[in-house]
Each structure stands twice: as structure tokens, then as C-alpha cells.
């Protein structure tokens, strides 16, 4: 499958994860949650519907599942990372808390596509 393919799926899918993990985000805020736990429960649950999404539809990947988990785990924590790391450099920067959450989220959609392109889902059942 070519990559502006690939890209456009896991845009889909993402599009889907999005709006179970704002959801959930935006919800948690609102019960008084701050920011950044709210990002980690958002993100948490979002953790498992985008592995399936991504293994089965977007990459359909030809792998074990214990090896395609064993590389989407640290491939999911740095864009992790990423997302929180650009999530408090928002918040210190006085950008509204909601903002900063989407913001966040572009950080993490753009550097999951590029490591679940190039690790974790290299080989693929195009």
C-alpha cells in the first residue's frame, strides 16, 4: 500500500482513537481532573484501541502480535513522550489547557505515524 495510503488510514483511525481519548480527556477535566492526569488516562485507554486499529486495519501487519507489541509499546511511549513533553511546554507558555491537549495530540499522532511506519509495522500484508 502506498505511504499517502497508509497515512490517510491511520488518520482514519486516529480520527476515531481521537475522539474516544478527548472524550475521555475533556471528561476527566471536567470532574476536576488537571491537565496532565487527565492526558495520561486519555492516552492510557487509547493505548489499546490503537494498537488494534493500527496492527489489523491500517498496517495489517503479518507479524506475531507478541512482536509487534513487543515494538508498538516503546514506539507508543516516546510519541508519548513527545505529547507530554509538548503538552507542558504549552501550559508553561500560558496556552489555554485545552489547546495545549490538541496541540499535544498533533505531537503524538505525527511521531506515532513515523515509528509505526519504520518499526514497529515494517513488514505489512499490503
Do not use: E
Request: charged content about 5%; aromatic content about 14%.
Amino acid at each position: 500500500m502506498s505511504l499517502p495510503k497508509l497515512a490517510a488510514k491511520y488518520s482514519l483511525s486516529g480520527a476515531i482513537n481521537t475522539l474516544v481519548g478527548y472524550a475521555l480527556i475533556f471528561g476527566c477535566m471536567a470532574l476536576g481532573c488537571g491537565p496532565t492526569l487527565s492526558n495520561v488516562i486519555g492516552y492510557a485507554v487509547g493505548f489499546v484501541l490503537s494498537f488494534v486499529q493500527s496492527r489489523y486495519w491500517v498496517f495489517r501487519s503479518s507479524n506475531s502480535v507478541a512482536g509487534d507489541a513487543a515494538r508498538f509499546v516503546p514506539a507508543f511511549l516516546v510519541a508519548f513522550g513527545v505529547n507530554l513533553l509538548v503538552l507542558q511546554m504549552a501550559l508553561v507558555l500560558g496556552l489555554n489547557a485545552y489547546l495545549a491537549q490538541l496541540a499535544a495530540g498533533a505531537a503524538f499522532v505525527g511521531t506515532g505515524f513515523v515509528l509505526n511506519y519504520l518499526f514497529v509495522f515494517r513488514q505489512r500484508h499490503d
